[in-house]
């Protein structure tokens, strides 16, 4: 008796509830049939002045996923572009570390974002799963540190605008050792003795981890890369690092660590190495950019790492930048907008103000080099060597940091590392 | 519910007379409670309308379907009469749906599919990918200035200016130099004879434009070794050249270079018959693979061994020990002689009440062996390596869960001590049993009755607690020279997080769900023995 009257107050509150609703929330969702078409209803107005016979708002939407730094940045750039294009620009910002994973889950259902920021040794995760498409950065690749382009670079073929660099470098106690960099690693050594300081250098090694990134520079100096880069740059699947140069730089390793001199050691993690050098009882320490501010107590400065197997010492260099959705519905705008918006000077020079990294466009970074510290850093990068960004070398880490660390601790050099290498080519090829 | 069903059934055989209804259903509801269960349901409805018209937005069609029945079933349960049990069940059957039932079935999905780094998508996109990866800009090629023209009716072209001279061509007729056009101050060409340039403002505008534009591949001449004129955004164009072709027909991608024919493999990869296959794949249901690999592998059955009987240790360990000293506490902080109880139970407490992966974290940096406090103060700043030992990282992983987990069953054991009956001890002391046997006999019985079924769960937990060896010793130190990448505290949740690669950034979703329901499975099994027993205990 009552239900009719029942159920027509539920439909007609229900329908308002959903007006409600969905007022406030289309917008802030992921560009849908549905969204374009409201979200773009605001340039109706301009879009259709100028465009007979088309579709009028049809110019589409563009989602950028960033995290929380460059968000500003990439933000004023966006409302430039809207305004320019009259296309929609929504910026989601996203923690850095879940980016890579949620790109490489979310792109294949349609979900994904048309442009993210993302880290250059993502490349071949992304590749692989076939989310990211190739970038033509035209006429301006040149303007681009070399090291960058050749970062981004898969196979011969170029995925994403780079637009800054990290890696580390011999950080140094002025007050202790000078500003002189030391050319060898005994030299470094010999330096720090005369200065008394009761460490030469503190080396991170992640505690019972290791930390074989922060240990490459001495590792290239031995000539063993992890892999085999060819004539274009690219990184090859053969493992490098295996042989006499390798085993040198175990040897290396093991007369440093625990059974030798000590100077390296598996009880120094990130923070502690950060304490050691920033009071004074480690006189080098390797390090980036990211680690400045721990040092405030310090007078220090910045050079290329010293040289421990007579060749010159390349640590890996990271770069970050920004890729393209291979399943991206507005493609063009989204080109556009990373090439002539994100891409540009002023674009990398906005960028770089929000988020004080060494730029990967040269002027930029010719401009920013009077800061020491950023130019230190610079120095060091462009000894350096991109991280291997394919896919195998995800299974290389742990392999090499467990080498490592059992190294240090006085396990066999030679066997140890031998016996890594072979684990390693059974994982790569089994 | 019981309560409602049972005072309805019990009058009807006692006595003859007709019995009022229940109040439930006397209830004629057209009050203030009706309209607040209209409020409601139209939130419920409302909320469910929209993910609804979301779902079919985007078109999730298991999402729709689910939640149009979920959504129907809801209105039928609250607005009929006579479901007045479902009433109560219905928002727990809902949760169990969606958090359990859903949860456990799509990770079952998983686990029997390839899904994983190289196998993310569709083989629709998997296509894509390949011609993307395998277009590729002409090395030398000049990026010429581009406009876009159109002629009636439907024909678009790219008008390119080479260093003075425009050309203009369409998907099927090549470049050819156009007299008479002009080009802005850029070089981009303004006008063309014959053709009408589109305005970048109508390019914005226009959707289907830009992707008719983006797909548009211009011959630079005859000849198909020349390549074609491709523009990413509608200003410059770049010459490409691509030798893959995809035949929807037979479903293969052949290399027109090379001949080469790629054709999709019951692993998701396009391969060509002398073994080499394409970047990127597709995910398919490979059946039963992921658990047979998990047993089949040679490099990894040793280790998960290992690891297995650690687990177990380490679970069954950590509860035992952690209970035996909680009870022991309890039973010594329960006399009523002892002075300042409520201190120090509060403070025996404490390490509960930190959350967990910071003390982790803290007891890592104190067992460091050179900076760590524990060496320093202890053992007179001998370098003991409390986390590069296997045994004593093992030690160490099980004292810092025993001494996060210890509180808990303080605070379970001093509530069931003081509830004990105290008329049974008292016969026992006028029998003149002893303290020990006392405990044993009365105490310890009555309390594993209501504390059992805390320590299986407990059990459970410690088993999967991937929080304290991950914060702790990341499951090291590892094996040495083994071919696996665990270690020495790897338990088998922390063991499947490193198989399946998610922190390497080269995920295999697959293997990890195979694995995981292994360890569900361990667990369900476990604590399915454990009740029965202590069902044995309740006879006391």
Known sequence: MRKPLALGALVLSSALLIVGCTADTEPDTTPTDTAVEETTAAEETTAAEETEGTEPGAAGAITIWTDAERQDAIQAEADKFAADTGATVEVVQKNFEDLRNDFIAQVPTGEGPDITVGAHDWLGALVTAGVVDTVDLGATTGNFESVALEAFTYDGQLYALPYSLETVALIQNVDLVGEEAPATWDDMVAAAEAAGAERPIAINTAGETGDAYTMYGFQTSFGAPVFVQDDSGSYTTEVGMGGEAGEAFAQWLYDNGASGTGYISTTVDYDINNELFNSGTAAYTIQGPWAISSFPDVNLKVNPIPSAGGEPAAPFVGVQGFYLSSQSQNALLATDFLVNYLGSEEGQQALYEADPRIPALSAIADSVSDDPIIAGFLASSQNGVPMPSIPEMGAVWDFWNAAQVQIINGADPATTWNTMIDNLNAELNG | ?540
């Open chain 2, 1 to 540: 519910m019981a309560q409602s069903t049972s005072a309805a059934a019990q009058p009807r055989t006692t006595s003859p007379t007709p019995q009022p209804e229940p109040h439930a259903r006397r209830w004629r509801g057209n009050g203030a409670g009706f309209l607040v269960k209209l409020a409601l349901m139209a939130i419920v409805n409302a909320f469910g309308v929209l993910v609804i018209l979301q779902a079919w937005a985007v078109e999730s069609w298991w999402i729709l379907g689910a939640s149009v029945v979920l959504l129907l079933l809801a209105d039928i349960v609250y607005f009929s009469k006579r479901a007045l049990p479902l009433k109560y069940l219905f928002p727990g059957l809902v949760f169990l749906f969606i958090f359990q039932i859903f949860t456990m079935g799509y990770t079952a999905y998983v686990a029997l599919t390839n899904y994983g780094t190289g196998h993310a998508g569709s083989m629709e996109q998997a296509v894509d990918a390949a011609l993307i990866q395998d277009e590729r800009r002409v090395d030398d090629s000049p990026a010429y200035p581009l406009a876009i023209v159109t002629q009636e009716p439907d024909v678009v072209g790219f008008a390119i200016n080479d260093e003075g001279v425009v050309r203009v061509g369409t998907e099927t007729e090549p470049l050819t130099e156009v007299e008479d056009a002009e080009v802005a101050e850029n070089g981009t060409p303004t006008a063309v004879p014959g053709w009408d340039v589109v305005p970048r403002a109508e390019l914005y505008a226009d959707a289907e434009l830009q992707e008719t534009v983006l797909s548009l591949r211009v011959p630079v001449s005859d000849e198909a070794d020349d390549g074609s004129i491709r523009t990413r955004e509608g200003t410059r164009g770049t010459i490409y050249q691509s030798s893959l072709e995809w035949d929807p027909d037979a479903q293969t991608l052949t290399n027109t270079d090379t001949g080469v024919v790629y054709s999709p493999t019951a692993t998701g990869e396009f391969a060509a018959p002398d073994g080499t296959r394409l970047t990127t794949g597709w995910y398919v249901f490979v059946g039963f693979d992921n658990f047979v690999r998990a047993f089949t592998d040679g490099n990894l059955a040793g280790d998960l061994l290992q690891v297995t009987l650690w687990t177990f240790a380490f679970a069954a360990l950590s509860v035992l020990v952690s209970f035996g000293l909680g009870l022991f506490f309890a039973i010594v902080y329960n006399d009523d002689r002892l002075r300042g109880r409520k201190v120090i139970r509060t403070l025996l407490i404490l390490p509960y009440a930190f959350p967990a992966f910071m003390s982790a974290l803290l007891w890592r940096g104190m067992l460091n062996s050179e900076f760590g406090i524990v060496n320093d103060l202890f053992f007179f700043g001998a370098g003991i390596g409390w986390l590069s030992d296997p045994w004593l990282a093992k030690f160490a992983v099980l004292f810092v869960n025993v001494w996060l987990s210890y509180p808990y069953w303080f605070l379970v054991s001093t509530g069931a001590l003081q509830s004990l009956p105290g008329d049974t001890l008292e016969a026992a002391t006028i029998d003149g049993a002893g303290r020990w046997r006392k405990f044993q006999y009365i105490t310890l019985p009555l309390l594993l009755v209501s504390t059992a079924p805390l320590a299986i769960s407990s059990f459970a937990f410690s088993f999967n607690n991937f929080t304290i060896i991950y914060m702790l010793t990341e499951g090291g130190p590892g094996f040495v020279n083994s071919p696996s990448r665990l270690g020495a505290t790897d338990i088998l949740i922390s063991a499947i997080y490193k198989i399946s690669g998610v922190s390497g950034g080269v995920a295999d979703y697959g293997m990890a769900s195979a694995l995981s329901i292994m360890v569900f499975v361990v667990i369900g099994i476990i604590s399915a023995l454990a009740f029965r027993q202590t069902r044995k205990l309740e006879e006391f």
